[in-house]
């Protein structure tokens, strides 16, 4: 018998929501996330929207460490300003953590680069765009709380593995 219906935390910004620090988005166009949205698998979530932050924003950085490190209390999250935002950006994770647990997500697809979702890399909190390998906040919680984190350029192996776990039945 086939499982269906494996529900996905989705960055908002991977489907078209302009939610991203400058207001921009980063939708992806890939036709699984299209069958997923009409399965109604994706869990549609903006954990720095979500705590409170607004879009625009200024570009925030982690530094010291990555998003385990944050989550230590070993590193900080700070605004370009140089404002120290870490406390909003915990928040972000827990609130992103929350949302997957409500919904019984065991994956998720974020947005890389982000310092509460980037899953591969992050900005190295010079503000200089350089991008070293990590996670970020809220995608550490994730995997701490073990629910499978992938970046958006990894959708294709997020695509083959819920396929191994449960194939698709012909039509």
């Known amino acids: 018998m086939q499982k269906r219906g494996e529900k996905i935390l989705i960055s908002a910004c991977l489907m078209g929501f302009r939610v991203r620090y400058n207001g921009s988005d980063k939708?992806?166009?890939l036709a699984a996330l299209t069958q997923w949205q009409r399965e109604q698998r994706l869990v549609l979530h903006c954990p720095e929207l979500a705590a409170g932050l607004p879009t625009p924003r200024l570009p925030a950085e982690t530094v010291g460490g990555s998003g385990a490190d944050v989550l230590a209390g070993r590193a900080r999250v700070v605004e370009?300003?140089?404002r120290d935002m870490t406390?909003?950006?915990?928040?972000?994770?827990?609130?992103?953590?929350?949302t997957a647990q409500q919904q019984g997500c065991r994956f998720a697809l974020l947005s890389d680069g982000s310092p509460t979702c980037g899953s591969q890399a992050i900005y190295d909190g010079s503000f200089s765009g350089q991008r070293q390998p990590g996670a970020g906040v809220a995608a550490a919680l994730l995997r701490q709380h073990n629910i499978a984190v992938y970046a958006e350029q990894q959708a294709g192996e997020l695509l083959a593995h819920l396929n191994r776990i449960a194939p698709r039945l012909p039509g």
């Open 27 to 29: 939708k992806q166009v």
């Open 80 to 82: 370009s300003d140089g």
């Open 87 to 98: 406390q909003t950006y915990l928040l972000a994770a827990w609130l992103a953590l929350e």
